[in-house]
């Protein structure tokens, strides 16, 4: 008996794209309207409702935010309908972490350096060569950084607490993190 192909016919339900204001657990970028410079911050929180604060808190509460404080010091106005998202993550504390590296990473972002504190050394050493890594190794390399970082929060919860200090050099021997410089900025 010879095989009879059946065709099939595919069909796939296009669904509205969903406005990225109506995304909740994002990284996001503000870019100022008035300068180069943009805000990156995060939220569980619906988008559009956290822009909402950040547009009252412009207005009313002008030192809650380094937002806040650059639109009111500088006479800025923030452009709200560009707002990208750089990040999706539902886990707090993988999203934190991702918010402390792209404010690390963004040489014109209005956050204060101080959001940054929390960044152990090992992690903003990793970031700097992250940074300042040659372009034909990029996607690699940012794809072995994020999934080692990634499956380090996800263990947080073990007794050992943070990332570890001992590192291995290029002779193979160990040494321990504080050689690092404790401030990788480039200013």
Known sequence: MPYVFRKHRATAKLKDK??????????????????HKSYIG??????????????????????????????????????????????????ISKRQFLEISHIYQHDNSINKRSDI???????????????????????????LFYVLVMNRISGSNDKDEGPSQTVLDEDGGSSSASNFPERLDDD
């Not at 504190?117 to 794809?143: C, G, M, P, T, W």
């Open 117 to 143: 504190k929390h960044l152990s050394e090992i992690f903003s050493y990793l970031l700097y060569l992250d940074k300042h890594r040659d372009v034909d190794n990029q996607f690699a390399n940012s794809l």
């Open 42 to 91: 995060q939220t569980s929180r619906c988008l559009k409702d956290r822009i909402t604060s950040h547009r009252s808190d412009s207005r009313l509460h002008p030192k809650c935010c380094a937002l806040a404080e650059h639109v009111h010091k500088n006479d800025h106005i923030m452009d709200y309908e560009n707002v990208t998202i750089l990040e999706r993550e539902t886990n």
């Open 18 to 35: 969903v406005p990225i204001t109506s995304l909740s657990d994002v990284v996001y970028s503000i870019p100022c309207g008035t300068c």
